[in-house]
T-cell receptor
Framework: DAGVIQSPRHEVTEMGQEVTLRCKPI?????LFWYRQTMMRGLELLIYFNNNVPIDDSGMPEDRFSAKMPNASFSTLKIQPSEPRDSAVYFC???????????FGEGSRLTVL | DAKTTQPTSMDCAEGRAANLPCNHSTISGNEYVYWYRQIHSQGPQYIIH???NNETNEMASLIITEDRKSSTLILPHATLRDTAVYYCIVRGIKAAGNKLTFGGGTRVLVKP
């Protein structure tokens, strides 16, 4: 199994631009999570889905952030417009059922200038 | 979910057992203890979890005290590749949602 696949691995953009991060979960996993990691705030849960349905988006920082999961094998996290404070590593994770065993991708490192 | 307290950092000698403590004094009866680690520049990795019995797998052992207010993750023979941040997480029942909330963790440095 290829594991959770995220793209791009690195993204450098300018303030005000739209950013789209992509995630392919492990096949058969019905939970998908988006986390953000910064030095100041550590690992924060942004949103998670169950069977493609958003269950809890209370961690999404503001309306500039949106996440979708159009099917079981793909999810996006979009930031529009981006700001320098959005610079972070964004992780996607998936899990098979309610196990607490999350499988993380390698992350997308976003730098907003 | 119950809050956990871990030392900020600790050093371990290569080849020796590494014992990582975690306090979770407010844990409730139906909350599990999970351990993850994050090696530099990688995503977090699941290690082990338990409810009240001690658990062992190919990576580590988890010892939970009888009152469940603390636990210890044991890496039996630490290697340089075990250098990472280790997170102890207490996770609630299904009704609370399938969340995993990471704290600050313990930064473990394995030295030759």
């Amino acid at each position: 199994d290829a594991g959770v696949i995220q793209s791009p691995r690195h993204e450098v953009t300018e303030m005000g631009q739209e950013v789209t991060l992509r995630c392919k979960p492990i096949s058969g996993h019905d939970y998908l999570f988006w986390y953000r990691q910064t030095m100041m705030r550590g690992l924060e849960l942004l949103i998670y889905f169950n069977n493609n349905v958003p269950i809890d988006d209370s961690g999404m920082p503001e309306d500039r952030f949106s996440a979708k999961m159009p099917n079981a094998s793909f999810s996006t996290l979009k930031i529009q417009p981006s700001e320098p404070r959005d610079s972070a590593v964004y992780f996607c994770a998936s899990s098979p059922g309610y196990t607490g065993e999350l499988f993380f991708g390698e992350g997308s490192r976003l730098t907003v200038l | 979910d119950a809050k956990t307290t871990q030392p900020t950092s600790m050093d371990c000698a290569e080849g020796r057992a590494a014992n990582l403590p975690c306090n979770h004094s407010t844990i409730s009866g139906n909350e599990y203890v999970y351990w993850y680690r994050q090696i530099h520049s990688q995503g977090p990795q699941y290690i082990i979890h338990g409810l009240k019995n001690n658990e062992t797998n190919e990576m580590a052992s988890l010892i939970i005290t009888e009152d469940r207010k603390s636990s210890t993750l044991i890496l039996p023979h630490a290697t340089l590749r075990d250098t990472a941040v280790y997170y102890c997480i207490v996770r609630g029942i299904k009704a609370a949602g399938n969340k995993l909330t990471f704290g600050g963790g313990t930064r473990v440095l394995v030295k030759p």
